[in-house]
């Protein structure tokens, strides 16, 4: 059984945070990583559609992978707090999913567990 995860790498949300800026005015949108307990990288999905105010996740085109613990977006507006949308996919897939938010910041993401509960990540260095 998997650990269940309690933190990120300093490195790998430094490059969320770039990935989503350098996507901004169209949402960046990955699947998260994790090797004990701790999310390490991201996995770009083939044919992942990025829109303004959406972004589609190609979920059939996910490999088999036991490390992939859930999934990162972006908020174009600012906001990131989990749209009505963003709860069902949380609810429907994974266990821990990080929101970004303009202007894509150290303090401007939170996570959230499967419910869409803000959920305490530690940043490691």
Do not use: C, N
Not at 31 to 56: C, F, K
Not at 69 to 96: E, N
């Amino acid at each position: 059984m998997p650990k269940k995860v309690y933190a990120i790498r300093g490195k790998t949300l430094e490059m969320i945070l770039a990935a989503s800026r350098d996507t901004y005015p169209r949402e960046f949108a990955a699947i998260l990583r994790a090797e004990q307990g701790v999310i390490e990288e991201i996995l770009l999905l083939p044919g992942t559609i990025s829109g303004d105010v959406h972004a589609i996740f190609q979920l059939h085109m996910l490999p088999i992978d036991l490390s992939v613990v859930g999934t990162i977006h972006s908020h174009p507006s600012g906001t990131y707090s989990p749209s009505d949308a963003d709860r069902q996919l949380f609810s429907h897939f994974g266990r821990i999913h990080i929101i970004t938010g303009y202007p894509y910041a150290l303090d401007t993401w939170r996570a959230y567990d499967h419910y869409g509960e803000p959920f305490r990540l530690e940043v490691l260095p």
